[in-house]
């Protein structure tokens, strides 16, 4: 059974860097698989982040490419986000995932399995 | 790139079929078979319900079926129940390696 966990601070100052890392139970990410970040600003709507294959290739979301870094670490079957530069408009349900797909070129196939979610303020 | 488009609310009666939309552009829905529609519970995390336009994963009822045509996606729940009452989403790959979500349904069951 393919379980992920998010862990990181819930509460991040404006301006600094919100970093999350997602641990993955019950499947290896050098199988393969696509790993990624969606987030969910409270009682709003679904913002892909970006996803990350086993590889280290990257993909983004433009609108948030200039701030966002995601990173593997195979020997911790761990991935994580960092956002730099956040204001409150960041303030969000952070979800890690997994997508299907398995190819070299990333065409989403679905993403089936999701962490429960951390919800993350920004806020001085 | 902006979100695909979803009407705000849908409802129906337990037993009946209510038909979900979703819209984009050439450079999303109607350039790419990479649809997926997901099924959110109040304080839960999303569920894939259909994906690559028409596909069920193992375990979702065949109650839920989708479709896609021209510029617009479409998910059909059949035999309405109770539980069916959730948000739904749909998202769709997009031109440059991007991902876009519509802004979700609020499905009530009456």
């Known amino acids: 059974q393919v379980q992920l966990q998010e862990s990181g601070p819930g509460l991040v100052n404006p301006s600094e860097t919100l970093s999350l890392t997602c641990t993955v139970s019950?499947?290896?990410?050098?199988?393969?698989?696509?790993w990624g970040w969606i987030r969910q600003p409270p009682g709003k709507g679904l913002e892909w982040i970006g996803i990350i294959y086993r590889s280290g290739s990257t993909y983004y979301n433009p609108s948030l490419k200039s701030r966002v870094t995601l990173s593997v670490d195979t020997s911790r079957n761990q991935f994580s986000l960092k956002v730099t530069s956040v204001t409150a408009a960041d303030t969000a349900i952070y979800y890690c995932?997994?997508?299907?797909?398995?190819?070299?070129?990333?065409?989403?196939?679905?993403?089936?399995?999701w962490g429960q979610g951390t919800l993350v303020t920004v806020s001085s | 790139q902006s979100a695909l488009t979803q009407p705000p609310s849908a409802s129906g009666s337990p037993g009946q079929s209510v038909t979900i939309s979703c819209t984009g552009t050439s450079s999303d829905v109607v350039g790419y078979n990479f649809v997926s529609w997901y099924q959110q519970h109040p304080g839960k995390a999303p569920k894939l319900m259909i994906y690559e336009v028409t596909k069920r994963p193992s375990g979702v009822p065949d109650r839920f079926s989708a479709s896609k045509s021209g510029n617009t996606a479409s998910l059909t729940v059949s035999g309405l129940q109770a539980e069916d009452e959730a948000d739904y989403y749909c998202?769709?790959?997009?031109?440059?390696?991007?991902?876009?979500f519509g802004g979700g349904t609020k499905l009530t069951v009456l």
């Open positions: 995932t997994r997508d299907r797909d398995t190819g070299n070129a990333y065409r989403p196939k679905g993403f089936d399995y």
């Open positions: 019950g499947y290896s990410l050098t199988s393969g698989s696509y």
């Open positions: 998202s769709s790959y997009a031109d440059s390696n991007n991902v876009l």
